[in-house]
């Protein structure tokens, strides 16, 4: 279900640092492959995934793909997120950053980090509470509840929920509305 690791980060920041670099390419649409859009961390390693080597090898790959530093906030290009399905933890948090979320409106969202005795990662303490609150946004990280695309639209978490079959030509809409309609400076 799309479970994040240390190569999928560096290889998505490569990928989105080379979008980026094509001044054709005027929006980018990330989404999951199958029915969920991310299940967070892979944890199936343990506490691996965190040990110094694990993050050594990470750091390396990141240096030889040129991307070390590469962060979505800096990029010229908007990204949209088509949250095609389950979005938890860092599956979640890492959407965050990126500029425009469309969800399924039954997907299945969550901050579940504070569930299993995590801090919630990719910036989401800051990013969080200024999309939708301070209160509601720290009910959102410290309950880790699970809640709907849905709801996520209407406490403005997400831009739009659609159902789950509309949500990738929904994305691809709103890349084209930017790519046809939009001057590359004032974006």
């Known amino acids: 279900m799309n479970a994040f690791n240390w190569q999928m980060d560096v290889e998505l920041r490569a990928a989105l640092a080379e979008l980026d670099a094509i001044d054709t390419v005027r929006a980018i649409v990330v989404?999951?492959?199958?029915?969920?859009?991310?299940?967070?961390?892979?944890?199936?390693?343990?506490?691996?995934?965190?040990?110094?080597?694990?993050?050594n090898e990470r750091r390396r790959l990141a240096e030889r793909l040129g991307v070390l530093d590469v962060r979505p906030w800096e990029l010229r290009t908007p990204i949209i997120a088509a949250i095609n399905g389950?979005?938890?933890g860092m599956g979640l948090t890492l959407t965050m950053q990126w500029?425009?979320?469309?969800?399924?409106?039954?997907?299945k969202l969550g901050f579940l980090m504070s569930?299993?005795?995590?801090?919630?990662?990719?910036?989401?303490l800051w990013t969080v509470?200024?999309?939708?609150?301070?209160?509601?946004?720290?009910?959102?990280?410290?309950?880790?509840?699970?809640f709907t695309g849905r709801e996520a639209a209407e406490i403005g978490l997400v831009s739009r929920a659609v159902p789950v079959g509309h949500v990738l030509a929904t994305a691809h809409e709103i890349a084209r509305?930017?790519?046809?309609?939009?001057?590359?400076?004032?974006?």
């Open 31 to 55: 989404t999951g492959a199958g029915r969920a859009f991310c299940a967070g961390l892979d944890l199936e390693s343990g506490g691996e995934m965190f040990s110094s080597e694990s993050l």
């Open 86 to 88: 389950a979005a938890v």
């Open 99 to 107: 500029d425009i979320r469309i969800a399924a409106e039954d997907a």
């Open 115 to 124: 569930r299993r005795g995590l801090i919630a990662e990719a910036s989401a």
């Open 129 to 146: 509470p200024r999309l939708v609150g301070l209160s509601r946004g720290l009910e959102l990280l410290i309950t880790g509840r699970l």
């Open 177 to 187: 509305d930017i790519s046809e309609n939009t001057a590359p400076v004032a974006v």
